[in-house]
């Protein structure tokens, strides 16, 4: 037991702890998708393994997620539908997508790595259905495997690299989203794998700081277990990984004001305290004003319209990925967004089997021709006239010089006309976090690793920097939370040696 029953974040000195009520090789924090990953990946590596879990069980925020695990670069799966893929088309699509700002080596990495991914969480149990989900939409409606997840299909990112789904959705028949979905199903094999492995678990654990040596090394972290202060000993590293700071007022007023008041997309356990934890070590942090921005609306409705700012102009392709759409409304439109659509267009969204009905909305506004729908919606007169005349001279072709809208989608609006009011429909969780390198060790501001302290998923700027693709999350989380548990260990990784048995190595490469 420790000497001090305060709570702070300032690190602890290894002379302050008097007693330590557990040890283990691999101390990982948290108990999602990366320290799932982490934790299997140290055992296999031969590590005695512990985890803290701040709730009474597995799963974190990855076990109520939709399940979309970003891989590419010709998966089993891919291959299965007929797509064809390559590192190097994904790599160019993510460094596109993401940015800017994209850490060029975690992106290689990740692109590089991807197929034998797919394979490591197939061989630990999770299971995908080799079927392929084609329709505009946050998720297929059915238990297909298979669909596109960032806009890989749609302007401008189709003239950077050729299309191909990367959306990889665990099987669930059944599914019920933010209960039990495709991320519960991929948590449980993953979790039954690590219990597999002998790994201990220790839960209703919130960690409170870190504990270094006099060399500055992390040797163990000070948490609370029923409202009693423990210590717990790591002998070769720790790894953070409790989440987002999502849920953390104060630093998401500091960091990304533009989120604050919304919404969040994660658990109420996203309070930051691996990055606080960071931070008080001296770490560093990299994109914390980049989030993921979730637009509530029915994609099969918003792909039949056009989506307008409060200037009545538009300023998306609405076939694109929705979270592209949530992200340009909330950063760049001022959260000022409509949709504009006619009856036929409505109607034939509403009738839809793909259709996301718990986003279905029903029109703010229904006007007879355009002229008395702008006046309605308070706009400028002849703004969206305009706006519509423009797009319905080329939407009689099919054509959409102004942002590429796909032609399947490209049609005259013809009256009566709606406008759905978008204006703050918006959501999200944050993306930035610990800076750290390709083999997940978490870099000193000084640029060098901290010696014994390593993290992975959404605590870490991972490979988004600024844009976003769904599964990037739980694809990043998982993979780089294998290398932080392999780096733990003290393990080599492709990449490189980790510095768990070389505290002073150079920090790798980062465009981050």
């Given at each position: ?56 069980g597995w799963g974190g925020a990855a076990a109520l997620a939709g399940g979309f695990i970003y891989l590419g670069g010709g998966t089993a799966l891919q291959r299965a539908c007929g797509f064809e893929d390559s590192p190097a088309t994904m790599q160019a699509f993510l460094t596109a997508a993401l940015g800017p700002g994209v850490d060029g080596a975690k992106i290689e990495a990740y692109c590089q790595g991807s197929v034998e991914h797919y394979d490591w969480l197939v061989d630990c149990g999770v299971v995908f259905k080799p079927e392929f989900f084609g329709e505009p939409g946050w998720e297929s409606v059915g238990d297909e495997g298979l669909m596109y997840s960032g806009g890989e299909n749609a302007a401008p990112f189709t003239a950077v690299a050729t299309p191909a789904p990367r959306g990889h959705v665990p099987q669930m028949a059944n599914k019920r989203a933010g209960e039990k979905s495709g991320g519960y199903m991929l948590m449980k094999p993953l979790a039954e794998t690590v219990a597999a492995l002998g790994v201990r678990a220790e839960h ?309």
């Amino acid at each position: 037991m420790t000497t001090s029953t305060t709570s702070s974040v300032h690190p602890r000195p290894a002379a302050d702890v008097a007693s330590w009520d557990h040890e283990a090789d691999v101390v990982v924090a948290g108990y999602g998708v990366a320290g799932a990953s982490a934790a299997i990946e140290a055992a296999r590596a031969g590590a005695d393994v512990l985890v803290l879990e701040r709730t009474s069980g597995w799963g974190g925020a990855a076990a109520l997620a939709g399940g979309f695990i970003y891989l590419g670069g010709g998966t089993a799966l891919q291959r299965a539908c007929g797509f064809e893929d390559s590192p190097a088309t994904m790599q160019a699509f993510l460094t596109a997508a993401l940015g800017p700002g994209v850490d060029g080596a975690k992106i290689e990495a990740y692109c590089q790595g991807s197929v034998e991914h797919y394979d490591w969480l197939v061989d630990c149990g999770v299971v995908f259905k080799p079927e392929f989900f084609g329709e505009p939409g946050w998720e297929s409606v059915g238990d297909e495997g298979l669909m596109y997840s960032g806009g890989e299909n749609a302007a401008p990112f189709t003239a950077v690299a050729t299309p191909a789904p990367r959306g990889h959705v665990p099987q669930m028949a059944n599914k019920r989203a933010g209960e039990k979905s495709g991320g519960y199903m991929l948590m449980k094999p993953l979790a039954e794998t690590v219990a597999a492995l002998g790994v201990r678990a220790e839960h209703d654990v919130r960690v409170q700081t870190l504990v270094t040596d006099p060399d500055g090394r992390v040797v163990g972290v000070i948490a609370k277990q029923y409202g009693q202060e423990i210590a717990v000993r790591a002998r070769r590293g720790v790894v953070l990984a409790t989440g987002s700071f999502a849920y953390n007022d104060q630093m998401v007023q500091s960091f990304a004001p533009l989120m604050a008041g919304r919404p969040g997309s994660a658990i109420e356990e996203h309070d930051g305290i691996s990055i606080r934890m960071g931070q008080a070590v001296g770490a560093d942090l990299a994109h914390m004003d980049a989030a993921e921005v979730a637009i509530h609306c029915d994609p099969q409705l918003m792909v039949r319209g056009i989506l307008v700012n409060g200037r009545g102009q538009r300023f998306v392709p609405e076939d694109t990925y929705p979270g592209r759409i949530g992200q340009l409304a909330l950063f760049q439109q001022d959260n000022q967004v409509f949709l504009v659509v006619d009856e036929a267009g409505y109607a034939a969204a509403a009738a839809s089997p793909t259709a996301t009905r718990h986003l279905r909305r029903k029109p703010t506004w229904v006007c007879e021709t355009v002229a008395e729908l702008e006046a309605e919606m308070g706009l400028v007169a002849g703004a969206l006239e305009s706006t519509v005349e423009l797009y319905n001279r080329y939407a009689v072709t099919g054509e959409d010089p102004l942002l590429g809208k796909k032609a399947e989608w490209v049609k005259p609006l013809t009256g009566p006309f709606a406008a759905i009011d978008l204006r703050g429909a918006t959501s999200g969780f944050t993306l930035g976090g610990l800076r750290t390198t390709v083999d997940s060790e978490v870099l000193h501001v000084s640029g060098e690793p901290i010696p014994g302290l390593f993290a992975a998923g959404r605590c870490t700027a991972g490979i988004s920097a600024g844009g976003y693709a769904s599964g990037a999350s739980l694809g990043d989380g998982s993979f780089f939370g294998r290398r932080a548990g392999r780096s733990a260990a003290g393990t080599r990784t492709a990449a490189g040696t980790s510095t768990a048995a070389h505290p002073r190595a150079e920090a790798e490469p980062s465009l981050g």
